[in-house]
T-cell receptor, first 116, second 113 residues
């Protein structure tokens, strides 16, 4: 069964510093998608970044980038120049397809605190 | 952002009463999903739909039912609410044939007393 594990329940970082959130997953598929979602105190789930497994290049979106290690089944999120607005829960997710229907499997989440 | 709304946004009810949560999307997405979010568990899939009148169970479906009579609407029903169903419920939708990215509604906080 596909599972997603986020081993860091909480992380904190000083404003303007860099922080890396970890995610590992288990799969037997060769092509799949991975996502990082952000959930600020407003509760709204916001897509931060996506990665397609067959692409070697790590995805980047402004201050957010990933380190995708396919063989190790690792998908970490790096936030550079942390800002107060980055404080949120971050969820890693894996897309699986079952009988033609696409579903996401989420990790347990990491709560990120930004210290001013 | 996809237009996804949920109603109500907050609800307090008593054990044993029926509850229906509504999700409405304006993006003509084929797939729709209901999740619950609890501390330490992330988001867990309750039920999902892959088309009008086509639904299937997720990992935590006991005590819940769903219906989808129109592309834009997906209803989640708790036939007889229990305190263990106190949670935040999220609806999401996704296009067919895309990366699987899901667009989420704002969530509904349900408290069962």
């Amino acid at each position: 069964a596909q599972t997603v594990t986020q081993s860091q329940p909480e992380m904190s970082v000083q404003e303007a510093e860099t922080v890396t959130l970890s995610c590992t997953y288990d799969t037997s598929e060769s092509d799949y998608y991975l996502f990082w979602y952000k959930q600020p105190p407003s509760r709204q789930m916001i897509l931060v970044i996506r990665q397609e497994a067959y692409k070697q290049q790590n995805a980047t979106e402004n201050r957010f980038s990933v380190n995708f290690q396919k063989a190790a089944k690792s998908f970490s999120l790096k936030i550079s120049d942390s800002q107060l607005g980055d404080a949120a829960m971050y969820f890693c997710a894996y897309r699986r397809i079952i009988q033609g229907a696409q579903k996401l499997v989420f990790g347990q989440g990491t709560r990120l605190t930004i210290n001013p | 952002d996809a237009g996804i709304t949920q109603s109500p946004r907050h609800k307090v009810t008593e054990t044993g009463t029926p509850v229906t949560l509504r999700c409405h999307q304006t993006e003509n997405h084929r797939y729709m999903y209901w999740y619950r979010q609890d501390p330490g568990h992330g988001l867990r899939l309750i039920h999902y739909s892959y088309g009008v009148k086509d639904t299937d169970k997720g990992e935590v479906s006991d005590g819940y039912s769903v219906s989808r009579s129109k592309t834009e609407d997906f209803l989640l029903t708790l036939e007889s609410a229990t305190s263990s169903q106190t949670s935040v419920y999220f609806c999401a939708s996704a296009r067919q044939g895309a990366s699987g990215e899901q667009f989420f509604g704002p969530g509904t906080r349900l408290t069962v007393l």
